[in-house]
């Protein structure tokens, strides 16, 4: 099994950052891909950024050139460095890892964390 804890998260005005971690342990040999996911009450979950077993990330359109996915595999944590926060990026945030990459399929993604709330005001 694998664990994941996410952190990072709080209220920010718009303009602010904010830098999100996902700590993995457990059976962490079984993590080669990870991703973060958000979901605003009433609405579905959808992808914010994955990076894959080679180092290569995705971005949904909204958040690129705002935000940065990366990881330490040393440390087994995943990070997102938001910056330019707007209101619509308020949600939880989701930290999500599998041994294959699933893209923006979220279903499909093994192992999810609890979630770290967060809030963007105007």
């Known amino acids: 099994q694998v664990h994941l804890a996410e952190s990072g998260g709080g209220s920010v005005e718009s303009g602010g950052s904010l830098r999100l971690a996902c700590a993995a342990s457990?059976?962490?040999?079984?993590?080669?891909?990870m991703g973060w996911f958000r979901q605003a009450p009433g609405k579905e979950r959808e992808a914010v950024a994955g990076i894959d077993d080679r180092g290569r990330t995705q971005y949904r359109d909204s958040v690129k050139g705002r935000f940065t996915i990366s990881r330490d595999l040393s440390e087994n944590t995943l990070y997102l460095q938001m910056n330019s926060l707007k209101p619509e990026d308020t949600a939880m945030y989701y930290c999500?890892?599998?041994?294959?990459?699933?893209?923006?399929?979220?279903?499909?993604?093994?192992?999810w964390g609890q979630g770290t709330q967060v809030t963007v005001s105007s």
């Open positions: 999500a890892a599998d041994s294959v990459y699933s893209g923006p399929y979220y279903s499909q993604w093994h192992y």
């Open positions: 457990g059976y962490t040999h079984d993590v080669h891909c």
